[in-house]
């Protein structure tokens, strides 16, 4: 898990990952700044490109950002995890509670709860779902958005 953690904080590494795996996080601009067993929080900038005609960041960019943040915990977690374990979002829920027009950093702390459901579905081979909450703050610390973001978690059967 050091190793995943270490890779997504270099800037470089997250770069290429992203141009590989997350082309339009890369277009955007999206960081992951932190990322603990707990807790990862990903910043969308307010920028050119991911600004909307209202002058505030566009909602499709800020709802990239609060999934990157649970996401990033749920890669980390199934990508060390001994079995394969596939994942998916099956449900999003958004409260925008002021506009964006600063960097937004997006904090998921999620990463227990992630972990436990991860587990329990290698040990049982069945489904199990989280509902992750992303807020996002702005670079005053005030809330912009509040995401929460439903993940389904299964483990695959051995052999497949």
């Known amino acids: 898990m050091a190793a995943f ?40 900038p307010f920028t050119y490109l991911t600004k909307n005609p209202f002058r505030s960041i566009y909602f499709a960019c800020l709802s990239m950002a ?29 409260e925008f509670t002021k506009k964006a027009v600063t960097r937004i950093a997006f904090t998921c702390p999620d990463g227990a709860a992630i972990a436990q459901a991860v587990a329990e579905s290698c ?18 610390g005030e809330v912009v958005a509040v995401f929460r973001i439903t993940w389904s978690f299964r483990a695959k059967k051995k052999g497949v």
């Open 5 to 44: 953690q270490r890779n997504l904080l270099n800037p470089v590494k997250l770069r290429l990952f992203a141009l590989q795996r997350l082309p339009m996080a890369a277009l955007a601009g999206l960081r992951v700044t932190e990322l603990t067993n707990e807790a990862a929080t990903v910043t969308v």
């Open 66 to 94: 609060a999934e990157m943040a649970s996401g990033t915990l749920a890669l980390m977690y199934t990508s060390t995890s001994e079995q394969a374990v596939s994942m998916l979002v099956v449900g999003m829920q958004a």
């Open 123 to 140: 040990a049982t081979g069945e489904g199990r779902t989280v509902v992750c909450t992303s807020t996002g703050r702005d670079t005053s």
